[in-house]
């Protein structure tokens, strides 16, 4: 009894343990080893899990060049083989995929490109083909590729093997969807955008976005980093030995990803991804500061990814900047400021859908803006307009970073001065912790009231009381802005933005009651329109 006891928990475990492999070996770790450089012995195998081999050159009429270094190529397979790693070879690369164009404009030439492609992964023992063919052609090119990586698809998957694409990081309309289905995984190249830190976490975050929004599955999309610097190519080990920073970004002029921006990027492809990718192996550094290194920390930090932080739209939230402090929208007296010592009224904001991948954050009624054009930031906008849209950048860390319509980031404080969104990087000032107003009696009350003082105090435009109020009871509005002509139109809102409510007071007096009847107990927003006279107030029915 007991032996079948312990026979049946030791199935159990190993059962979870395979479930528990399986669950870790879904997020894949992809580096490129070229032909042209580095070594077989210096790559980390225990921390990858697929090496793609480059470049193997197709001709236009499917038949492929002989790839250089071959020996080098076998050797790699023997070796990652043995530390259960897969290899696949890159057909293409930065220049040298234009024989694609006469391979996918001939069926004959399809077959025989996909003939060659079985032929050579038997040869060599190779686990799969990646594709990389930057910038096919639109219209009937691109339906010919699809068409081209469905042949491959099925040829390869009959016989177990891997298919893979790397695609540029956004704008890539030339790869149709039909793509995604094709293949295993895309490796998305989120890098080279321009000459100098040409691989930003924002372009991360961007080129993930573009992806994941044209449909491609989250399992199949690989996030691509570099592991050498712009605008002159030096290789993340080079710039170390030059005395560079492996924690930093900027070197002499050279943008590159150290450790931190390497770090943030793999948690970001773990939470919205299902891998990562480096081009390439031959530039990580050896030892302490390895990138490889840096990311398999990640990876293999925890059994799930850190949770992803991402905007809580048509909630109240709060902000906490790099000194302790809050984020003030409002002191009572002033602009916005960021020596706030406790989340009160005026430390709570709105987050609203700006519909077009940013947001807005509100408080008492008025928008916080990201520039104005010609001033520091403010909180007095009665209307979102586009400087009063963020980009909402979840960091590695937990924090967040908020980037204003101008491309510059909202600086939390800075040390000698008051908020301002003149940064052009977001570094320790720029991030902030955050929370949810969980919406208890308490925190709405204070969202509401500004811990103690009435609303008419902080915001001149209405008064509103009581406040809070009772389910069924009246509320007693104080317009102090009326045009004397104009009727009063009254919505009332929940906290997603849905309207509930909708009255017309025929009246040109500034006072009124609203009905609370029929509303649930929560927190509401009341807009008020008289004329060019609008406020929004919150209110709280208990």
């Not at 921390?47 to 002989?66: C, E, M, R, W």
């Not at 994941?212 to 399992?219: E, H, I, S, T």
């Not at 404080?413 to 003149?422: E, H, L, V």
């Not at 025929?506 to 509401?524: H, S």
């Amino acid at each position: 009894m007991n032996i079948q006891f312990l026979k049946r928990s030791l199935m159990l475990l190993l059962i979870l343990l395979g479930l528990s492999w399986q669950s870790f070996s879904q997020f894949r770790v992809i580096g490129y080893l070229p032909s042209w450089a580095g070594n077989v012995s210096d790559i980390q195998f225990s921390k990858l899990t697929h090496v793609n081999y480059a470049f193997l050159i197709p001709n236009s009429d499917g038949s492929v060049q002989t790839i250089d270094n071959a020996t080098k190529m076998q050797s790699l397979v023997s070796a990652a083989h043995a530390a259960g790693v897969k290899v696949e070879v890159s057909v293409g690369g930065w220049g040298g995929g234009d024989g694609f164009h006469g391979i996918v404009a001939s069926a004959a030439n399809r077959t025989n490109f996909v003939n060659t492609m079985l032929s050579y992964c038997s040869r060599y023992g190779l686990d799969g083909v990646d594709i990389d063919w930057e910038y096919p052609g639109g219209g009937t090119e691109a339906n010919n590729f699809v068409t081209l990586m469905q042949q491959l698809s099925t040829a390869l998957h009959g016989q177990g093997k891997i298919l893979s694409a790397a695609v540029i990081a956004y704008d890539g309309s030339s790869i149709l969807s039909g793509v995604f289905a094709a293949v295993d995984y895309m490796g998305i190249m989120a890098y080279d955008e321009n000459n100098f830190q040409h691989s930003t976490y924002d372009l991360a975050v961007q080129s993930m976005n573009y992806w994941l929004g044209r449909g491609l599955p989250k399992a199949k999309a690989v996030l691509g980093v570099p592991f050498y610097a712009q605008p002159n190519s030096v290789g993340y080990n080079t710039l170390l030995a030059q005395g560079a920073d492996p924690y930093a970004d900027v070197f002499n002029g050279e943008g590159y990803n150290g450790i931190t921006t390497i770090q943030k990027k793999t948690t970001l492809a773990m939470n919205q991804g299902g891998g990562i990718m480096a081009w390439d192996l031959s530039t990580d550094a050896k030892g302490t500061y390895s990138l490889v290194t840096a990311i398999d920390q990640i990876v293999k930090g925890g059994t799930t990814p850190p949770p992803s932080t991402t905007a809580p739209i048509g909630k109240t939230i709060w902000l906490q900047g790099n000194t302790g402090q809050y984020v003030s929208s409002k002191n009572g007296v002033g602009p916005m400021y960021c020596n706030a010592a406790a989340v009160q009224g005026w430390n709570q904001f709105l987050v609203g859908d700006a519909g077009n991948g940013r947001i807005t954050l509100q408080n008492l009624g008025r928008y916080v803006t990201s520039n104005n054009g010609d001033s520091a930031m403010a909180c007095n906008r009665a209307v979102a307009d586009d400087w009063e849209e963020f980009t909402w950048i979840a960091n590695a860390d937990g924090t967040i970073s908020l980037k204003g319509n101008n491309g510059l980031f909202v600086s939390s404080n800075n040390g000698t001065s008051p908020m301002a969104c003149d940064r052009p990087a977001a570094q320790g000032w720029e991030d902030f912790h955050f929370g949810i107003v969980t919406g208890t009696a308490g925190a709405a009350a204070n969202a509401v009231s500004g811990a103690g003082n009435s609303f008419a105090d902080l915001t001149p435009e209405a008064g509103v009381y009581p406040n809070p109020v009772k389910a069924g009871q009246l509320v007693t509005v104080n317009l102090k802005r009326v045009d004397g002509t104009s009727p009063i139109l009254v919505s009332i809102a929940d906290l997603s933005g849905k309207i509930v409510a909708v009255q017309s007071i025929k009246q040109t007096t500034g006072v009124f009651t609203l009905a609370t009847g029929g509303l649930n107990k929560g927190v509401y927003l009341v807009k008020i329109v008289n004329g060019r006279n609008v406020t929004t107030q919150k209110v709280l029915i208990q």
